[in-house]
């Protein structure tokens, strides 16, 4: 097996320090810029390299209804058996990537998948030796390096909505599944917020508009994937089969505004806020609080038909 410390060829790396691409980023999306394309991109890989285990340690975490886990839940859902080859795109610290290892054993393969070198290094570090894990640098719309039909399964964790083109995502999933192979992904689905939590976001969300109109575009204006006409149109014209959704929640408990900061200081919505924006959602917090809010999540399932 390889050595977690291979890996292909890497996206070109920019010396420009995370925090000044985050403020110029956030600069553009103060002034009406929408944060879609390019833009998005660029956002998500600063607040990546920022925060690379900013998922795993707020989310995966939390308590889910019905003893659901971030991880642990989809991967079982796929029916993952040992010997089985996996790839996870956008990998980020590994929390997918080492669940489907456990779960493959010594005789299957894991390859994680990340364009964040800093998310690649700490999932290697979180990794335990033994597991059959490899890690690269790679981008998730572009798998040049990997071949037609070599994976049993594909995960995508909590990262279909951070890619510019999920289209390209999906076309190369399907590329590299083999015949009968298995997709499984996680998304937000901000679309079953209960009311009272919907109530919740809207305060939220409000500090958002008036700090970063820009924003609300792109995918924070659809419905949650798959019930965008396009997204269903992208999965059925790649060549997927049926997907099948199972929608969970995540219980954040929050009594107070250090509770509450815990889990929203490492969200998207607050690191497109500067200083004084963080401050203002905070003020918006502590005035909702105690509350707990239930996260929702929808689990994806799908196959390449063969």
């Known amino acids: 097996m390889e050595s977690q410390r291979d890996?292909?060829?890497?996206?070109?790396?920019?010396?420009?320090?995370?925090?000044?691409?985050?403020?110029?980023?956030?600069?553009?999306?103060?002034?009406g810029a929408p944060l879609t394309g390019a833009?998005?991109?660029?956002?998500?890989?600063?607040?990546?390299?920022?925060?690379?285990?900013?998922?795993?340690?707020?989310?995966?975490?939390?308590?889910?209804?019905?003893?659901?886990?971030?991880?642990?839940t989809p991967v079982?859902?796929?029916?993952l058996v040992a010997g089985e080859r996996v790839l996870d795109l956008g990998c980020g610290s590994g929390g997918a990537t080492r669940a489907a290892a456990r779960a493959v054993g010594p005789e299957g393969l894991v390859v994680g998948i990340d364009s964040?070198?800093?998310?690649?290094?700490?999932?290697?570090?979180r990794t335990p030796a033994g597991l059959p894990v490899v890690y690269r640098r790679g981008d998730a719309q572009s798998l040049a390096s990997i071949p037609d039909r070599s994976f049993d399964c594909v995960i995508a964790s909590m990262v279909l909505e951070q890619l510019p083109d999920m289209r390209r995502v999906l076309e190369e999933a399907h590329r590299v599944l083999r015949p009968g192979g298995r997709l499984v992904a996680s998304?937000?689905?901000?679309?079953r917020l209960r009311p009272l939590d919907a109530a919740f976001m809207g305060r939220v969300l409000a500090v958002v508009g008036r700090r970063a109109p820009g924003?609300?575009?792109?995918?924070?204006?659809?419905?949650?994937?798959?019930?965008?006409p396009e997204d269903q149109e992208a999965f059925a014209e790649v060549g997927f089969g049926h997907v099948e959704e199972q929608d969970i929640q995540f219980g954040v408990v929050m009594e107070t505004v250090d509770d509450a900061w815990r889990v929203f200081s490492r969200t998207s919505i607050a690191y497109i806020l500067d200083e004084e924006g963080q401050e203002e959602l905070r003020?918006?917090?502590?005035?909702?609080?105690?509350?707990?809010f239930y996260l929702p999540i929808r689990f994806l399932r799908t196959r390449r038909p063969g």
Not at 76 to 79: L, N, R
Not at 116 to 125: M, Y
């Open 7 to 31: 890996g292909a060829a890497a996206p070109t790396a920019t010396s420009q320090d995370p925090r000044e691409i985050l403020a110029d980023v956030r600069a553009r999306v103060a002034a």
């Open 39 to 72: 833009l998005l991109a660029r956002f998500h890989r600063a607040v990546t390299a920022i925060d690379p285990g900013g998922t795993e340690d707020s989310i995966a975490v939390l308590p889910g209804n019905r003893g659901v886990h971030l991880y642990e």
């Open 76 to 79: 079982s859902w796929i029916t």
């Open 116 to 125: 964040s070198a800093e998310a690649i290094a700490l999932a290697r570090e």
């Open 187 to 191: 998304v937000t689905a901000f679309d």
């Open 215 to 228: 924003a609300f575009a792109g995918r924070a204006s659809r419905a949650s994937i798959p019930h965008e």
């Open 283 to 292: 003020a918006v917090l502590g005035r909702r609080l105690p509350h707990t």
